[in-house]
């Protein structure tokens, strides 16, 4: 029986999207064979390519100087791939520390460039998020780098860092297209798909175009950005099931209102579970409130000792993957937008059954 999937990543996928699927898996567009055995040169794979994209542009109302990007090697791979384009000429880049994410993302940066720690939230555990006024922004910095949304931590930005001419850049794997978002305020943002859009295998990259084209002349081929912008995102074979399905999704939120709708019942989804938390002195969450991520709720039990019963009566009740990550424990409720408010309602009524 499938249950509601509460897990971080890969995540829950409309149940609409997984219906369309299963129809036209066998022979998808008349091509008398599945998506996944077709040549992505193919016109009809083209055309999917180029519709996902258009979808996704209207979605997020990209500007037209903007290029969109669809590459393999998920969040991760950005990690390399943005100090690998985006230094042209500089050697220091800024990061924001406020989560394990971005603690990887700066030590991967630091193999191409000097790393200027602008402000840590290490003290607090990653609790908050220090004013912007506090940072040390170098001058030096070719961008500053954040995470809009730590998906371990549960900390999410409520506010887009005003970052002058140097361009901002920001992960957005576990919170894109959760709200609409001003794009003309970033130089590039990124998401690996397998949270908020789609099966594991792509990143999306929104990147202004004239940050293109100076990549570090050692980035391996598939690292430039300008390749795949030549190449339409088909520079190489791309996971075009991962593709394919994520186009699917961008379809079904277009059917649900768009982001603005998306944002709604999202921050409705998250208001109930924390002013639940916030009300009850059996469960807790330490995330100071306006920077607590809409997506990824952490809470916790007094009593630690309960987790194990917790997990398994919960997994009994259908509520699945409510473990929080190994690294800072607890457990967590990821709650993207393929999750109906029907579930965070159940995950409640079974929070109070166990309180109780
Ligand atoms: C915010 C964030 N950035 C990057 C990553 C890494 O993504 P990937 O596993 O696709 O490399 C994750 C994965 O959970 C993430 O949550």
Redesign the pocket.
Known sequence: MRGYNFS??PAMLPLEVLDQIKEELYDWHAQGASVMEISHRGEAFQQLAAESEQDFRELLSIPDNYHVLFVQ???????SMVPLNLLRGKTTADYVNTGV?SG??AKEASKYCHVNQVTSAENSSFTSISKQIDWKLSSEAAYVHI??????NGVEFPFIPETGQVPLVS????NILSKPIEISRYGLLY??V??NIGP?GL?VVVVRKDLVGQALPSTPCLYDYQNHVDQKSLYNTPPTFSWYVCSLVFKWLKKQGGLAKMGEINARKAAKIYDYIDQSDFYYNNVDKPYRSRMNVIFRIRDESLYPEFLTQATSAGLLFLKGHKLVGGLRASIYNAMPEAGVDALLNFMEDFRR
């Not at 995470?147 to 371990?152: G, I, L, M, S, Y």
């Open positions: 971080a990543g090697g998920g969040g991760r791979g950005q990690f994410w990887m993302a995470v809009d949304n730590e998906t371990v992960d957005m794997s576990s998401a690996g397998q949270k594991a990143a």
